[in-house]
């Protein structure tokens, strides 16, 4: 191989680590501020909410959302999602302790989820790749500059 296009394969590479960088960077740090972080605000909200023992009427992990729970509030069946983020792998029938909004019933999370739960685990987990793929592509706009500016 010539030195041209050994060249020409180590600035594609960088240009390619500087993208693929970027864009991982903004995803993450778009699912960590946008759709993580409220669904742990979420559940939190729910710290002093009435708690009441609750039937699972789904099987599979909640992390995803997608639950349901079966419960009386005020008089009424009321049957409510989880929100995304909750923990646990469940099976139907099974009873869980649940807290809800006197207002709002159907605002619903696991009891043991009022903290934050698995969202706010993810929410600084993805916060935390999101700034190491943005130094990653800081790293290598540096590095594009550099040989830049040798090569002149």
Same mark, same amino acid.
């Given at each position: 191989m010539t030195a041209v296009s050994n060249e020409v394969r180590g600035t594609l590479g960088a240009r390619a680590s500087l993208w693929f960088s970027l864009v991982l960077a903004l995803l993450l740090g778009a699912l960590s501020g946008l759709v993580l972080y409220p669904a742990a605000q979420?559940?939190?909200s729910l710290d002093d909410g009435r708690t009441v023992r609750a039937t699972m009427r789904t099987n599979g992990p909640c992390m995803t959302g997608g639950c349901l729970v079966r419960f009386e509030a005020? %008089?009424?069946t009321v049957v409510a999602e989880l929100p995304v983020g909750s923990s646990g792998k469940v099976r139907a029938g099974d %009873? /869980?302790? /649940?807290?809800?909004?006197?207002d709002a019933p159907r605002t619903v999370a696991r009891a043991q989820d009022t903290g934050g739960g698995g969202a706010m685990v993810f929410t600084v987990a993805s916060g935390a790749a999101a700034l190491v793929f943005a130094f990653l592509a800081a790293w290598s706009a540096f590095l594009l500059w550099r040989r830049r500016r040798l090569a002149e």
């Open positions: 979420h559940l939190r005020e %008089g009424r %009873g /869980v302790d /649940v807290r809800y909004r006197a």
